[in-house]
């Protein structure tokens, strides 16, 4: 055989070899590229998927009942004032009670 031939044997085996071996590292590179996006995607998703599933709801209910007793601590507030001005209304009616640090320091004595 012709020693050229023989060469250009040996050339389109390594073509061929290196031919195999590059669709290999492309098709291995779109694998785990894939895998990656999926991986990101995941990490991703799984917080924003973890909050409305799981926490959205108790953060919801904990709003309610933080604003429902802030409602309660007004009404009391505006009750207890309501009761200053009826004690106060109560006194100037009739001056001729003592008032309670008058009283309190009789007792004392």
């Not at 023989?6 to 070899?17: D, G, V, W």
């Not at 599933?53 to 429902?68: C, E, F, P, R």
Request: hydrophobic share 45%.
């Amino acid at each position: 055989m012709d020693p050229n031939a023989k060469k250009l044997e040996e050339i389109a085996r390594l073509a061929r070899e290196n031919n195999q071996i590059l669709h290999g590292m492309r098709r291995s590179a779109f694998f785990w590229g894939f895998m990656k996006f999926l991986i990101y995607m995941v990490l991703f998703a799984a917080p924003i998927w973890f909050y409305l599933t799981y926490v959205s709801g108790t953060l919801d209910q904990m709003v309610t009942a933080i604003n429902k007793m802030q409602g309660t601590a007004a009404q009391a507030e505006e009750k207890f004032d309501g009761f200053q001005s009826f004690l106060k209304d109560v006194r100037e009616s009739l001056p001729s009670l003592p008032s309670m640090s008058a009283s309190s320091s009789d007792e004392a004595r």
